[in-house]
């Protein structure tokens, strides 16, 4: 038989107070029916809907653990609206990634390090080529490449000891990326 937690909105907040991790599972199961359904209906895979309930949850801990947090609305009302704004900035971003080419100065020269205009077919590849990589690594990229996040804010929602040693690994990370990437683009290798 299947056991629900009906667990209040203030107990999940006070849990998420307290470092427990084991709400995360709690709050991805009961916000997954809402989450994906507004995402695939709204052009996205279940895989984009995935990201963005992981997405939504990541910005409810660290909201809830800034000590400013405060609950004015429901915690699903809260989740979706997270959700529907990183899916908005998600389908810009892409948008405007499938277009004719990118200048070489995109989002101060990351992009163009990956030498290559990305269309619709490279943009999937990027993503499956993504999925090879640590766990680690894809977050870092993500958070730094597309979502342009500073290495000291890496740093803080990865865990990390310093910026320095996010900096490295998103070095390496990168290294390893463009290897995969190499493999289905040959003409990457050519200066």
Known sequence: MLKLNFFSDREIIKRIQTNDRTVLGELFTRYQRLVFSYIQNHGGSQEDAEDMLQEAIIVLWQKVNSGTFQLSARLSTFILAVAKNK?????????????????????????????????????????????????????????????????????????????????????????????????????MGRN
Do not use: H
Request: some cysteine.
């Open 87 to 187: 899916w908005m900035a998600q389908m810009r971003k892409r948008k405007r990634l499938s277009g004719e080419n990118l200048p070489e100065n995109t989002a101060n020269g990351n992009l163009s390090s990956l030498k290559v205009a990305l269309d619709k077919e490279q943009i999937e590849i990027v993503r499956e080529a993504l999925e090879q990589i640590q766990p680690v690594c894809k977050k870092i990229l993500l958070l730094f490449y597309f979502e342009e996040r500073s290495l000291s804010d890496i740093t803080r929602i990865l865990n990390f000891a310093n910026a320095d040693v996010v900096k490295s690994k998103k070095y390496q990370c990168k290294k390893s990326l463009e290897m995969i990437l190499r493999e289905k683009f040959p003409e």
